[in-house]
């Protein structure tokens, strides 16, 4: 079978609810991946970050299959041994008193919205059924209806109505319009600390700091959604770390699963976690015994590797020779770490067909919000592979 054959078989079996660039992979080592053809890509988009380890890192091959090998699923009706000792390493490493395993990013989202609000009920006093939570315009926090009810993107939630109730939403960035929807029925604030999926956009300094004091003023919980931007994507531990802020409930997923299997987990100190009681909230995959063997060694490989620091320095330089590309379509490169963004201008026509260019050259990269190019590679890429990109990058964006 050849690349048309598969794209085929998806087409026509499959529904169309993404719009993949036609590369059809069937290997990937490290930063890199191979298509059915046996042509070779660097991978700058590692599954939305969910590759910050790389594509099949050893460590985490031979946990999976070790793990494999004894036991993989539980469910939480029994314990297992892996379990424990992944909510030892997340607290070793992140300093949450408590966590709450789920598989996927939704998942953990809807799991600290339910979390917020009973701490809402049960600790602030709100009036049952009335605790409101504020998001910011342009977030992404996936695609379940609680989720989009709140989100700002037309085609996210335009036909699938009703919504669920108790969202208000402020322009991102703005301490002051935070601030000024706060009402004593705020339970929480929620943010992404960079918006990846509306196109790396970059709060001003000083935002989350603002937040996370506004919050602890106000009796309101600070929620950081840190799916994307969190385990060393952006050359911290999390991207909150940046401005010494410790949200109340930090939300993780892609990369916890190191790049293999769903791992998610909502992570809170004792007073809000605790709150949750036998029977309220659960998942018969959240926490089996593989995924946990999988985020330990997802968790080790960021740890042992300085995964985190890689992003800062390789994610400093690679910015540095992006924002050199003497280019007539770029108007902004911005990002924070190895998530980083080239919005281009409107005359540009669309990031998609630049994309569709570099993959021709061997680059793997996706459009996000029609003008962004996101580079977000595995944090393991080096030196060498992104010098040799480039070049690439800067013949693609000055086309002839
Ligand atoms: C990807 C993402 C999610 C959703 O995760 P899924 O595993 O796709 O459900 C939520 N929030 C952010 C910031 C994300 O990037």
Partial sequence: MHAKDYIALEENHGAHNYHPLDVVIERGEGAWVWDVEGRRYLDFLSAYSALNQGHRHPRIMAALSEQAARVTLTSRAFRNDQLGLLYQDLYDMLGYDLALPMNTGAEAVETAIKVARKWGYVVKGIPRHEAEIIVADGNFHGRTITVISFSTEPHYRDDFGPFTPGFTSVPFGDAAALEAAITPRTCAIMLEPIQGEAGVVVPPPGYLRAAADMAAR???????????TGL????????????????????????????????????ADRPILGLIQPGEHGSTFGGNPLGAAVARAALAVLREEGLADRAHDLGTYFMERLVEIPSPLVKEVRGQGLLIGVELKPEAGGARRYCEALMGRGILCKETHQNVIRFAPPLVIDRDALDWAVPHITDVLNPR
């Fill in 232 to 267: 060393g994507r952006t050359g911290k531990l999390l991207s909150s770390d940046h401005e010494g802020v410790r949200p109340d409930l930090v939300i993780l997923g892609k990369a916890l699963g190191g790049g293999v299997y769903p791992v998610s987990a909502v992570l």
């Fill in 218 to 228: 106000h009796q309101v919980l600070l929620i950081a959604d840190e799916i994307q």
